[in-house]
């Protein structure tokens, strides 16, 4: 594969940067790679591992001269960081971000964004549990939907090359308005975390099953839920700040179907079970089909990720 940008800088060298770093390493899409993060416990790290050609103290320094900024920081910290890098963004360079949330990034980033620079939203949809400059690997965005939210009157040529660099890292790419990212976001996403650290909680609380029993007998479903459960409480804390609307709109829709199967359980109701089972039995089987995950019966643990 060729080289899309001569200049990459990453701010924030966690899971999604790290991976982008060993992607774009992997597939020669970039000349340099500049990175930059908030502490210098994990600038010590990414040197340490030479996760990027350099690292640089300042968010400025590592994307001045940069043909291609993408923020890589939590969603909270977007808009401070953009306002940091923004004098020094090269003209005909593109700014891009992993958010998330895309309104709100938006929002805050986009006062920030220079005349003459591409300012291309984008969300790649692939993590895991893990965290910080260690984590990543290249193929974390292989198969993976990469949606870009492009802006209105942006440069088309932006978009398409940007769309190049994800499809080039493995991605496939699909273009979103911000608003429906949102909610399908929220859907797919936000609201199933926020139930399974709700689940990981009451199993914390109640007192009648004891903590080697929930550990010892986890199989049983509980533990997919910790695997999500055990993701980055920053990340997780601004998503739920920064997409508050739809994430509460779809969690007013689960509380009401959740009473439903209640009643249900409570009043024998087992046809409607059963019925119900069925249709999200469907569900998971379109998932399996579309590629989004096997139907190794262990989640495909022994897979990476
Ligand atoms: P992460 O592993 O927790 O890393 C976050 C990085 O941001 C760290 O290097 C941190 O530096 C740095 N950072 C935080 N605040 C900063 C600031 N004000 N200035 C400069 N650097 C700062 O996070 P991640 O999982 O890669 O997530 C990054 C972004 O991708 C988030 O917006 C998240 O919503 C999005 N995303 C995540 C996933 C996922 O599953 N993890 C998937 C898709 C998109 P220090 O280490 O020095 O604190």
Known sequence: M??????????GLGLIASSMAHAMRRHGLAGEITGHAR????????????????????????????????????VGAMGQVAAEIAPVLKPGATLSDVGS?????????????????HFVP?????????????????ELFENRYCLIIPQEGVDRDAVARLEGFWRAMGALTDEMDADHHDLVLAVTSHAPHLIAYTMVGVADDLR?????????????GFRDFTRIAASDPTMWRDVFLHNREATLEILGRFTEELFALQRAIRTGDGDLLFDYFTRTRAIRRGIVEAGQDTDAPDFGRTKRG
């Open 39 to 74: 502490s210098m416990e994990t600038r010590a790290v990414a040197r340490e591992i030479g996760l990027c050609d350099r690292v640089c103290d300042s968010a400025a320094e590592a994307a001045s001269g940069a043909d291609l900024v993408v923020l890589c920081v939590p």
């Open 208 to 220: 009648r099953v004891t903590d080697s029993e929930v550990i010892k007998y986890s199989a049983a």
């Open 2 to 11: 060729s080289r899309i940008y001569d200049r990459v800088a990453l701010i």
């Open 101 to 117: 949330v895309k309104r709100e990034v938006i929002a805050a980033v986009g006062p920030h964004v220079p005349q003459g620079v």
């Open 122 to 138: 984008a969300h790649p949809l692939a993590g895991t549990e893990h965290s910080g400059p260690h984590s990543g690997f290249a």
